[in-house]
């Protein structure tokens, strides 16, 4: 992670500060100057909840936290928040800043941080004059009582697993193909003491998984199937949960071939991926007692000589036989061959991720990702309270039965696609077929990948899943 977080041990003096209060009391607690303290009052009375004061030495900000509403919207407020102080002082060419709560709750003090912490992260790989466009800030430091060292590392832990999953994203595929994808998740899983094995094209091939060798034959790159498994000695659960990410690592539609402008994003494809990768990294760094494993299939899909074919029939890894109507439909053509397979682990619960259809995103847009369950209630429900917590927000779609009629093939168990309608809910349902266990399906494509920085959420990979599954687990592990 390119910024670092620490404890800070005693009071900020000439140091960059930024001071979390809730209103003009608390400037009372501050050595302002008569000046500085009537300009603060007058900036705040202009509804300026951050107000700077250049000092030249060094420089302070005021943060006023008038919080309300629900514990989600204000620990959103205070992320926010965070983010724009972070571009204050990266225009101010700052290097390190203290953060001071003098008067704010400690999850809002996190929250703050979170949000700064999130908000400076870049992707400058392919900039010739990087240096002159990267963020000066290096170093962010807490100064409360209330803030343990503990708290201190799981929040960098987050951070540089949504920034390692960021990174994933935003990495274009000639540089990251399926087999370079799987090895990139074998580094973090040798970083975080998470077991990870990969499975080449060979062993795919015996195995017999057709959905995810049938979208992988136009390509001249192999496939390949990646299991990482964090299993502690003294885990919560006997069965794993079981994390299942679509890693689609460029997606052109295949012969269905998707129109320019819809293609050039198509290397987030592998979003649900990454984020099952980041997730496991972030649970087995802070070393959570839950038995969680992650599964990542990946190919591109490309149009090349022997590519599938609108009107193929392909048997997948569990038997059954899919028509393909439409070769643009391949994500759930690879993620249905893992869900078979998780199958062997007997999972408590299967958690699926993954930017599956335009039409989750044309639905809800990019706020919040789309969700269905199936046996999972209960689950469905604390996952939905992490949601609301991170702010990564998840709007129920049904799973009825009465979606398996679109799904239904005159020649074959069943069609890669529904009708014209309810693509989101169909896509879910087809990848129900391949399930016997509790299950949750998360369609991403909304928020994975922006056209424009939103606050803390980043231009291009935003990193999304990985902060909604860690809380879920953590809440799953009772901590």
Not at 7 to 12: G, S, T
Not at 417 to 426: E, F, K, M, N, Y
Request: aromatic share 8%; charged share 30%; glycine share 8%.
């Amino acid at each position: 992670m390119d910024t670092i977080i620490r404890k800070a041990l005693r009071k900020p003096t000439a140091a960059d500060t930024v001071f979390l209060v809730k209103g003009g009391k608390d400037l009372k607690k501050i050595k302002l100057s008569a000046q500085e303290t009537e300009y603060a009052k007058k900036e705040h009375r202009l509804k300026r909840n951050v107000v700077e004061i250049n000092r030249y030495k060094n420089r302070i900000y005021l943060v006023y936290g008038e919080f309300l509403g629900i514990r989600s919207k204000r620990l959103e407020d205070a992320r926010k928040q965070g983010a724009e102080v972070q571009a204050m002082l990266n225009k101010a060419k700052s290097e390190r800043v203290v953060i001071y709560p003098l008067n704010a709750l400690k999850e809002e003090t996190v929250a703050f941080a979170e949000g700064l912490l999130l908000a400076n992260y870049q992707f400058l790989k392919y900039k010739k004059d990087a240096n002159k466009k990267a963020n000066t800030l290096e170093e962010v430091n807490i100064y409360s009582d209330d803030i343990s060292d503990e708290d201190i590392i799981e929040l960098s832990i987050i951070v540089e697993s949504v920034y390692n999953v960021r990174d994933m994203v935003n990495e274009p595929v000639m540089n990251l193909n399926a087999t370079k994808f799987a090895e990139e998740i074998k580094k973090l899983g040798d970083e975080s003491k998470a077991r990870v094995e990969i499975l080449n094209k060979k062993k795919i091939e015996s195995l017999k998984m057709g959905g995810l060798l049938a979208v992988n034959q136009g390509s001249l790159d192999p496939p390949t199937f990646t299991i990482i498994q964090w299993k502690p000695a003294k885990s919560v659960n006997k069965k794993p949960v079981v994390l299942v990410g679509k890693g689609v690592v460029y997606d052109t539609g295949g012969l269905s071939l998707k129109p320019t402008n819809s293609m050039d994003t198509m290397k987030c494809d592998m979003a649900g991926g990454a984020a099952v990768a980041g997730a496991v990294y972030a649970v087995a760094k802070a070393k959570l007692p839950v038995y969680v494993i992650g599964l990542i299939p990946a190919t591109d899909n490309r149009p090349d000589g022997n590519a599938y074919t609108p009107g193929d029939v392909i048997t997948m890894y569990d038997g059954s036989t899919v028509e393909v109507l439409n070769t643009d439909a391949e994500g759930r053509m690879i993620l249905a061959d893992a869900l078979s397979y998780a199958k062997q682990y007997n999972p408590e619960l299967v958690i699926n991720m993954a930017t599956l259809t335009g039409a989750a995103m044309r639905a809800i847009g990019r706020q919040a990702m789309v969700g269905m369950e199936a046996k999972a209630d209960t689950d469905f429900e604390l996952l939905k309270k992490s949601g609301d917590f991170v702010y990564e927000r998840i709007v129920e779609f049904p799973l009825w039965d009465d979606y398996k009629e679109d799904l239904k093939s005159e020649i074959a168990d069943m069609k890669n696609i529904g009708g014209a309608d309810a693509g989101a809910i169909t896509a879910g349902k087809f990848l129900e077929h391949f399930t016997d266990y509790p299950f949750i399906h998360l369609d991403i494509a909304g928020p994975a990948f922006l056209s424009k920085k939103d606050s803390y959420r980043s231009t291009g990979g935003t990193g999304v899943g990985v902060r909604l599954i860690f809380d879920f687990i953590k809440a799953k592990a009772g901590q």
